[in-house]
T-cell receptor
Framework: GAGVSQSPSNKVTEKGKDVELRCDPI?????LYWYRQSLGQGLEFLIY????????KSGLPSDRFSAERTGGSVSTLTIQRTQQEDSAVYLC?????????????FGPGTRLTVL | KQEVTQIPAALSVPEGENLVLNCSFT??????LQWFRQDPGKGLTSLLL?????REQTSGRLNASLDKSSGRSTLYIAASQPGDSATYLC???????????FGQGTTLQVKP
């Protein structure tokens, strides 16, 4: 079956613009996660959803970052007024459920470059 | 605060060698530990997941062990091949909640 998909695969934007990144989880997976991977910081957790609720938003670096999930499926990560330090690869993952011993399966990522 | 460390950061071996990658974590109260592989410019591929109550998991040439009390996990790769060249990441799940906390990874190069 299809894995986790993300779009766009690459995004180049100018400082100060807003961007939206999309994630399509594996069908039937109720949990969805966003991570960020940058050279200096490694792979960092941002936020996760169980269904449409976000029990843990602790990794969002500032109030310029927000995410939503509707219909228990697709999620969108929005970054407002982008800064150069937002440049990174944004990875999405999904699992059957956020609880229990469920593996997380990752998408290919969106590479964001802020000029 | 849970921290995950992987040593070495990079490793180069000749084809056919057996090798061990190390992962350590500061808080032994983990729910599970997962090993991933990442190829350049790609996402993460899950290799093995070890539950907190387990000591090891095996898949083909890969064997992962877990010692919760000492805060360590190892990934053993037998008879390495050039196709094993990639970055290997370990991640712990600190509780019965969603997030994973990742190490910085070990970049492996297997030379033909």
């Amino acid at each position: 079956g299809a894995g986790v998909s993300q779009s766009p695969s690459n995004k180049v934007t100018e400082k100060g613009k807003d961007v939206e990144l999309r994630c399509d989880p594996i069908s039937g997976h109720t949990a969805l996660y966003w991570y960020r991977q940058s050279l200096g910081q490694g792979l960092e957790f941002l936020i996760y959803f169980q269904g449409n609720s976000a029990p843990d938003k602790s990794g969002l670096p500032s109030d310029r970052f927000s995410a939503e999930r509707t219909g228990g499926s697709v999620s969108t990560l929005t970054i407002q007024r982008t800064q150069q330090e937002d440049s990174a690869v944004y990875l999405c993952a999904s699992s059957l459920s956020s609880g229990g011993y469920n593996e997380q399966f990752f998408g290919p990522g969106t590479r964001l470059t802020v000029l | 605060k849970q921290e995950v460390t992987q040593i070495p950061a990079a490793l180069s071996v000749p084809e056919g060698e057996n090798l061990v990658l190390n992962c350590s974590f500061t808080d032994s109260a983990i729910y599970n530990l997962q090993w991933f592989r990442q190829d350049p410019g790609k996402g993460l591929t899950s290799l093995l997941l070890i539950q907190s109550s387990q000591r090891e998991q095996t898949s083909g040439r890969l064997n992962a062990s877990l010692d919760k009390s000492s805060g360590r996990s190892t990934l053993y790769i037998a008879a390495s091949q050039p196709g094993d060249s990639a970055t290997y990441l370990c991640a712990v799940k600190p509780g019965n909640t969603g997030k994973l906390i990742f190490g910085q990874g070990t970049t492996l190069q297997v030379k033909p």
